[in-house]
T-cell receptor, first 113, second 112 residues
Framework: DAGITQSPRHKVTETGTPVTLRCHQT?????MYWYRQDPGHGLRLIHY???????DKGEVSDGYSVSRSKTEDFLLTLESATSSQTSVYFC????????????FGPGTRLTVL | TQLLEQSPQFLSIQEGENLTVYCNSS?????LQWYRQEPGEGPVLLVT?????EVKKLKRLTFQFGDARKDSSLHITAAQPGDTGLYLC????????????FGAGTILRVKS
């Protein structure tokens, strides 16, 4: 299994509070991704990173920001959480030569009350 | 309207039965992937198909890419409880920076 961890694994927060989710990899893969998974929608890309300090928006980026100051860490921040951001969040990694082959972390279940 | 339509949405069968799930679109793709996601875990890549008409086998799982490269099917022979999970198809789309786009998935439950 690819060495990908996500923290926290579960979080309950209130509307309007900031939340940061962390993805940590030990594989030294260059590309990292954040997805959210909701019933009926599958996985939707939020943001992705091509390398340190090199990030871009995905399909559903509104309300989210990311940062990548080290190869191994990719942070996802909800500046002011809303109930619509209740979801399961997955981090994934891949190598440039095989972008399609993504390895996923175990996920973070976030509930915004 | 989703780019990838997966059917059925839910499937509950007895151990030993055969089943087929589908991933359909009106668009043509250069390749298509199937992932399996077990409860509480992230998706795991099962296979990538790239050629129209291609058939790939992974033990009891048979994957087929449509001749026109617009659709794909996954057939499981003699399903086992360990096959339980969410099956997702995914394709790479240029309008999303060549990133993967996923279907909503088929939830499979195999009862013993």
């Amino acid at each position: 299994d690819a060495g990908i961890t996500q923290s926290p694994r579960h979080k309950v927060t209130e509307t309007g509070t900031p939340v940061t989710l962390r993805c940590h990899q030990t594989e030294n893969h260059r590309y990292m991704y954040w997805y959210r998974q909701d019933p009926g929608h599958g996985l939707r890309l939020i943001h992705y990173s091509y390398g340190v300090k090199d990030t871009d928006k995905g399909e559903v980026s509104d309300g989210y920001s990311v940062s990548r100051s080290k190869t191994e860490d990719f942070l996802l921040t909800l500046e002011s959480a809303t109930s619509s951001q209740t979801s399961v969040y997955f981090c994934a990694i891949s190598e440039p030569i095989s972008v399609n082959t993504q390895y996923f972390g175990p996920g973070t279940r976030l509930t915004v009350l | 309207t989703q780019l990838l339509e997966q059917s059925p949405q839910f499937l509950s069968i007895q151990e030993g039965e055969n089943l087929t799930v589908y991933c359909n679109s009106s668009s043509v793709f250069s390749s298509l992937q199937w992932y399996r996601q077990e409860p509480g875990e992230g998706p795991v890549l099962l296979v990538t198909v790239v050629t129209g008409g291609e058939v790939k086998k992974l033990k009891r799982l048979t994957f087929q890419f449509g001749d026109a490269r617009k659709d794909s099917s996954l057939h499981i022979t003699a399903a086992q409880p360990g096959d339980t999970g969410l099956y997702l198809c995914a394709v790479k789309r240029m309008e999303y920076g060549n990133k993967l786009v996923f279907g909503a998935g088929t939830i499979l439950r195999v009862k013993s």
